[in-house]
């Protein structure tokens, strides 16, 4: 997995979206051995009544986001919040 394109905030969230298609198993690929995110999956916030594939995008986006934070900028939100996990929560 390899995300070649884009400004390096940009690669690190494909990878991690990617990453989390791959880690989650309830995420099934689009074909065998393979998701087929296209780039307006990777910017999907809500997902349609009963769309499970975008239901899917949005989970691995929701999951992604906290890898664009450098990791003492995510400690300092984490820090900061009364319920550390609570921006993390999945509203999918």
């Not at 999951?63 to 999918?92: D, E, I, N, T, Y």
């Amino acid at each position: 997995m390899l995300a070649k394109r884009g400004a390096e905030p940009r690669r690190r969230f494909t990878t991690a979206h990617e990453l989390h298609h791959f880690l989650m198993a309830h995420h099934e690929p689009d074909q065998p051995g393979r998701f087929q995110c296209k780039s307006v999956d990777l910017l999907r916030l809500k997902a349609k009544a009963g769309d499970q594939r975008q239901r899917r995008e949005v989970e691995a986006n929701r999951l992604a986001a906290p890898g664009l934070l450098p990791p003492h900028l995510l400690r300092r939100a984490m820090a900061a919040s009364r319920k550390p996990l609570s921006w993390l929560r999945m509203q999918v």
